[in-house]
């Protein structure tokens, strides 16, 4: 038996007693069918719901397959004063849809821990949300592995030094390629945050003040993670 924890990230009815959630742990996503989960009378109905982070054993049977036994005493809840801030929401909605997509976590513990910092930060009062989601963006790119491309054109591959980023190309560009790709100025506060994320991956969660003249492109990163992670912008 091992027991881990994790945040649940969805969860649906089977039929008027039973419910399917997922759950988002360090060992990573999992479906995990819940008997009773959606009955009226159970109490764990308004237990499990998303955001609720909750303890559990598991049991590795067989073929792999994954048998909870949870612990319904030891969920806690997501702050009240985070779910009601509508940007802390928006940005949690958000992180709830890249957790969803990911079914084999390679790198389950710093995305976890990643996860979890995130929304540990949001209790924070003054937090900036764009700019924890900037760090958070950066991070993840490149724990992830499709950080983009900085020192060299993310079309030809030739070294260079740009400020024109192109989302669909993977990154900075140069002056030929431009001629062929979509792409957007930044400038060189951007420029070197992105190079800061590169060099310092596990210093980026520690930084959340960033200059609006790098968070003015913020939508940048967020298009281009939407890109190269869901394939749509
Ligand atoms: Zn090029």
């Known amino acids: 038996m091992i027991l881990d924890s994790g945040y649940i990230?969805?969860?649906r009815p089977v039929n008027d007693i039973d419910a399917f959630i997922k759950i988002a742990s360090r060992k990573g996503v999992f479906s995990y069918f819940i008997p009773r989960g959606n009955h009226f009378s159970s109490r764990l109905l308004g237990l499990f719901q998303p955001f609720y982070r909750v303890k559990f054993l598991y049991d590795v049977k067989g073929s792999g397959g994954l048998r909870v036994i949870y612990d319904y005493k030891s969920?806690?809840?997501?702050?009240?004063?985070?779910?009601?801030?509508?940007k802390k929401r928006e940005f949690l909605f958000y992180l709830i849809k890249i957790y969803n997509r990911?079914?084999?976590?390679?790198?389950?513990?710093?995305?976890?821990?990643l996860f979890d910092k995130s929304i540990k930060m949001l209790y924070n009062d003054n937090?900036?949300?764009k700019g924890l989601s900037f760090s958070f963006l950066v991070t993840f790119l490149f724990y992830e592995g499709f950080y983009p491309s900085i020192l060299t054109c993310s079309n030809c591959n030739r070294e260079i030094h740009s400020y024109d980023f192109s989302i669909e190309s993977?990154?900075?560009?140069?002056?030929?390629?431009?001629?062929?790709k979509k792409y957007t100025k930044t400038n060189e506060f951007f420029y070197r945050a992105l190079l800061y994320g590169k060099t310092n991956p596990k210093k980026i969660m520690q930084k959340f003040n960033w200059n609006?003249?790098?968070l003015e492109f913020y939508d940048i990163i967020r298009k281009y993670f939407n890109y190269h992670f869901f394939g749509a912008e």
Not at 102 to 113: A, H, W
Not at 170 to 180: H, L, N, S
């Open 170 to 180: 993977g990154g900075f560009i140069c002056d030929k390629c431009k001629k062929t």
């Open 9 to 11: 990230i969805e969860k």
């Open 212 to 214: 609006e003249k790098i």
């Open 75 to 86: 969920y806690e809840k997501l702050s009240d004063t985070v779910i009601f801030d509508e």
């Open 127 to 129: 937090i900036n949300v």
């Open 102 to 113: 990911l079914t084999n976590i390679t790198t389950g513990k710093i995305i976890m821990d």
